[in-house]
Nanobody
């Protein structure tokens, strides 16, 4: 099981930017999907973005064109650059991992490893 720790959350004005980071450890498989999810109070957790082992990315429609997910080559660190932030982006953001390959966008419901979350507040 992968251990994940997020950082970089905070408060920002609408239109501002934040960059979230995630440090992972305990990788035991050859291929991983990595992703960012978020959950606002009273709402279900939703997928934000994912990146496959080959670097392919997928984004929720709500963040396309504003968020960019990336990772280092060793799969140790995961990032999401969040630009043009909106109040509706306010949520707890979670880093996630899944020991699978292929099209990660189809696997969002299956992510198994989660960080503790970092709060993003846009106001």
């Amino acid at each position: 099981h992968v251990q994940l720790v997020e950082s970089g959350g905070g408060s920002v004005q609408p239109g501002g930017s934040l960059r979230l980071s995630c440090v992972g450890s305990g990788y035991a498989y050859s291929m991983y999907c990595m992703g960012w999810f978020r959950q606002a109070p009273g709402k279900e957790r939703e997928g934000v973005a994912s990146i496959a082992s080959d670097g392919s990315t997928s984004y929720a429609d709500s963040v396309k064109g504003r968020f960019i997910i990336s990772k280092d080559n060793a799969k140790i660190r995961l990032y999401v650059q969040m630009n043009s932030l909106k109040p509706e982006d306010t949520a707890m953001y979670y880093c996630a991992a899944l020991p699978r390959g292929g099209d990660c966008s189809k696997l969002w419901p299956e992510f198994t490893s989660w960080g503790q979350g970092t709060q993003v507040t846009v106001s």
